[in-house]
């Protein structure tokens, strides 16, 4: 591409912004002491291409620059950076012993800043209600000293079923200090689900709630409770944090009584790929994964993404909109790592009406405030107007993920909420839990792009032969290790699950299992799951990009296309679409969507028939369920094709087993 032919960015950072940047102060730091490329004022992209190009060539440096940076603590040295390359293997500063509490809670020996907030709590009164860093350092101190007259040792799992609520960072933070392995749920998740992730585990003492808050009603979790006690039976202690208001029930421990106490917290130190939590992938079509990350693995990836690509430190506030069953809430927590005040928002995303979070970014001071595509979208759509009715005069970046932001929902974001907006679109996951690509705030934005790929990781597009292809669509591939890497599954003997997960179609290489195009200018755009990819006449399509010209249709609430390869060498391709209230699924509605398919895309993109559904079924984390809809529809039975327990509304997949079970019907009578 020519330079005449670059597409004009979005947003440019102005040169003061690239200049305080703390991606900026760190690389001419790093040229300096560990031999970085030169950085060059006039050429910010060229600069940050250089950067991220010794990153992964001397990635050793790199990650030692990264430590020293950011004053890691070891308490034992390690003996090496990375022992072996090899993925998966790789063995990071080995020999080496920290805590990851320790890094999160240092700020609070700062007198300056001891009574400033650590966490911002807001419910759905929308009240923010601080906790003090010397508070907080306090209750996990009390804490952590209980949990060990429990006999909670290194490596023990402790468990929470909490919302997003202080409580659920100082017992996470109490678990870690003393090597402990924190896990954790939201409470809208049945006990079922619960049980399939918990028992995998085996924890030891339950952190849970009574009940919680959400879109204005009250949720009781009572009868929930009593059957994971009841489902556990490793369980030495039950901790009852009384959100509603209720008594303990028999035999649990009061959360008060267990963070009374004024104690300095003694933090265990661990190896570095000591456990620090186990977080859990979707589990759609079987038991959940359990991955295993390490306390040194996501302190230093950790460090490096909100530090740097985040561009977060002290006096900054930091609020993703999450719960504690995704794991962008662990990613949220680790702003304590940097010194960020970190927001915590415990209600519904729309309540009481589709402008909350603007709300809560307004009433918090919010600088980076991170949601999902699909609340932008459902803003635009509501025309929601976040500058005229907020003050968001301190936010400077809106953070996306969950799935790829279409380019409308850039250029509501740039019209809607400031022209001088940093938007970052990222793009990670939780098996890293962390990002690939995403946020650098001395870069460009482009409309419907990421911005580039993360530093000290190797992001490749990768062909079916396993070669690496620009401007071209491929998979997303990392081909060198990354300290957030999962050290392993749970109960995964062999690491054969681990492998086959990453490492089958391409060894030595994670491919992570999504469709990606890697531009020439070093950006990065995302199609969407790769094992959900459509490929018709062996062109290969992302579902986020029809998704992207449907639901720009007023008509049209949400959509779900599938691929579907038949029999004797057929491929149905139907697009199931949830209407607007209001609307109606007729011959000029669907000829609307097929000409913006056609006109927008390409005629492969038009789908072979449209077809009104009552709603779109998601994964508990809001994640469309493209590959157990693509089993249904090839005759799957509901109960081999999807775990139940995974599912928002499990009800949803019998019209897709249905529809599967008929069109098989008529292929067994055809042959």
Known sequence: MTAAQQPEPLWEPGADRIEQARLTRFHDWAVDRHGAPARSEADPQ????????????????????????????????????????AMPGAAWFPGATLNYAEHALRSALDPARADTPALLHVDEEQRPDPVGWAELRRQVGSLAAELRRLGVRPGDRVCGYVPNIPQAVTAFLAAATVGAVWTSTAPDFGARSVLDRFQQVEPVVLFTVDGYRYGGKTHDRTQTVAELREGLPTLRATVHIPLLGTAAPEGALEWADLTAADIEPVFEQVAFDHPLWVLYSSGTTGLPKAIVQSQGGILLEHLKQIGLHCDLGPGDRFFWFTSTGWMMWNFLVSGLLTGTTVVLYDGSPGYPGIDAQWRIAELTGAHLYGTSAAYVMACRKAEARPARDFDLSALRCVATTGSPLP??????????????????SVSGGTDVCSCFAGAVPTLPVHTGELQAPCLGTDLRSYDPQGRPVVDEVGELVVTNPMPSMPVRFWNDPGDARYRESYFEMYPGVWRHGDWITLTSRGSVVIHGRSDSTLNRQGVRMGSADIYEVVERLSEIKESLVIGVEEAEGGYWMPLFVQLAPGAALDDELRDRVRAALRAELSPRHVPDEIIEI??????????????????????????????????????????????????????????
């Open 46 to 85: 060229g600069s940050y291409a250089a950067l991220h190009r010794w990153s992964v060539e001397e990635l050793e440096t790199f990650w030692e620059s990264v430590v020293e940076w950011f004053d890691v603590r070891f308490d034992t040295p390690p003996t090496e950076v990375l022992a072996g390359s």
């Open 407 to 424: 380019p409308d929902g850039f250029r509501w974001l740039h019209e809607e909420v400031a022209e001088d907006l940093w938007i970052a």
């Open 614 to 671: 009552e709603a779109v079924p998601h994964t508990l984390t809001g994640k469309r369920l493209e590959v157990p809809v693509k089993r249904l529809l090839q005759g799957t039975a509901l109960e081999k094709a999807v775990n139940p327990g995974s599912v928002d509304h499990v009800e949803l997949l019998r019209f897709y087993e249905e529809l599967g079970s008929k069109r098989g019907g008529r292929a067994d009578r055809a042959g």
